[in-house]
């Protein structure tokens, strides 16, 4: 178990200005050590000059990024991460009583600290703002977080204009922004899964020769990379043989990164937007998206299930006998890609069922 910091003394709570739905998420320098400690002539200085410098860096902080590590975490599901205030507190908003509920209880299990100092120290930061080591203490407060619950229950129902919403007006603009990434993207994808297509036959001819007879179907990438390098070791095995394969591998991994910046450039974005500025559909929408990312990112991990993967299109391309071994292997090039565009059009639909006319 993590060792428990000492709390900050009520006594030293920054000032902030909390609206309604909203807690604070305050920061206290614990631990620092200055990069030239002779500059600073005391302890002292250097701690009050690397606060007012952490609060400039902090103030001009993507918080996208911060949430990104939230949810490569799995936790802050439903939080928002709207701003700096007053240097060292992060104004925090929840889409329900659930989301205030949850970064409470990292707080209460000790965890909050850490992915606190996860979300906001690393070498940029400490390059910065002039530290060889900065250690963050994270808190919350009881009566925030009572009150926040009681007016969260109170407004449950009421919706919010994204036009009153600076910050979800910037996030839109992102997505906007994401979409045109994307069209780059899959295009270079494209060119990758025509190119896996027209050499298809070759593919399989050349998976033949180097399988042993004995395996009749191909249930894991991780089984099937197995083989390929047993097969590599093997003498008299023509180089031009793996061609193909190696092509095959080189495509699935340009498929992991483009859904893994696919998460980042749209998912962390739409994360940051406050479902009281959605409606039904969009909410529904962001799910789907957040659902299609999820499924897709597992379908491609090596111990994946090859046999539940299959893309339709391509099943006749295969022999009947022969779909065991392979059509869960090839089905997941133009599966994934379809995925990635699926992503893309529910982003567009997402943003035009806003009511308001933004200018995005």
Same mark, same amino acid.
């Given at each position: ?17 909390? %609206? ?8 206290? @320098? ?44 799995? &936790?802050?599901?439903? =939080? @928002? ?7 060292? &507190? ?30 906001? &120290?690393?070498?940029?930061?400490? #390059? ?7 250690? *963050? $203490? ?24 994204? #036009? ?42 050349? &998976? ?6 004995? @395996? ?15 097969? #590599? ?27 893994? $910046? ?19 559909? $969009? ?6 998206? %957040? ?5 897709? =990112? ?13 893309? #339709? ?9 022969? $779909?065991?071994?392979?059509?869960? *292997?090839?089905?997941? =090039? ?16 997402? @943003? ?9």
């Amino acid at each position: 178990m993590e060792d428990e910091l000492p709390e900050v003394k009520d006594d030293s709570r920054a000032f902030f200005q909390r %609206k309604e739905g909203r807690m604070g998420l305050y920061l206290e @320098i614990y631990d620092a050590k200055a990069e030239h400690p002779k500059e600073y002539g005391s302890d002292h200085f250097f701690l009050m000059s690397l606060k007012e410098k952490l609060a400039e860096y902090l103030d001009d902080f993507d918080l996208v990024k911060a949430k990104g590590i939230m949810e490569s975490k799995n &936790v802050g599901k439903g =939080v @928002i991460l709207e701003k700096f205030e007053h240097g060292l &507190v992060l104004s925090l908003a929840f889409d329900n009583t659930e989301a205030v509920e949850g970064i409470w209880k990292l707080q209460c299990t000790n965890k909050l600290t850490p992915i606190v100092q996860d979300m906001f &120290v690393d070498e940029v930061m400490l #390059k910065t703002v002039g530290a060889v080591r900065v250690t *963050l $203490q994270a808190k919350l407060y009881e009566d925030e977080y009572t009150v926040c619950k009681t007016e969260l229950l109170s407004t449950a129902m009421d919706r919010l204009s994204l #036009k009153k919403s600076q910050n979800g007006i910037s996030m839109v603009k992102r997505l906007r922004e994401a979409q045109k990434q994307i069209v780059e993207m899959t295009c270079n994808l494209r060119d990758e899964e025509t190119q896996f297509e027209q050499n298809l036959s070759t593919f399989i001819l050349n &998976v033949k020769q180097i399988l042993p007879t004995n @395996i009749l179907a191909i249930n894991t990438l991780k089984e099937f990379h197995t083989n390929i390098k047993i097969a #590599k070791g093997t003498k008299g095995v023509k180089a031009e043989t793996f061609e193909t394969i190696d092509h095959y591998f080189r495509t699935l991994q340009q498929l992991r990164k483009a859904l893994a $910046q696919v998460e980042r450039i749209v998912w962390y974005p739409l994360s940051q937007i406050h479902a009281a500025c959605e409606n039904e559909s $969009q909410k529904t929408t962001k799910k789907s998206i %957040k659902d299609t990312l999820t499924e897709t =990112v597992n379908m491609l991990k090596v111990d994946s299930d090859l046999q539940r993967v299959n893309y #339709k299109e391509w099943e006749g391309k295969i022999l009947f006998r022969e $779909q065991k071994l392979f059509l869960g *292997l090839v089905s997941l =090039v133009p599966l994934a890609l379809e995925k990635i565009l699926d992503i893309d059009h529910m982003v567009d639909e997402y @943003i035009t069922d806003f009511p308001d006319r933004i200018k995005v």
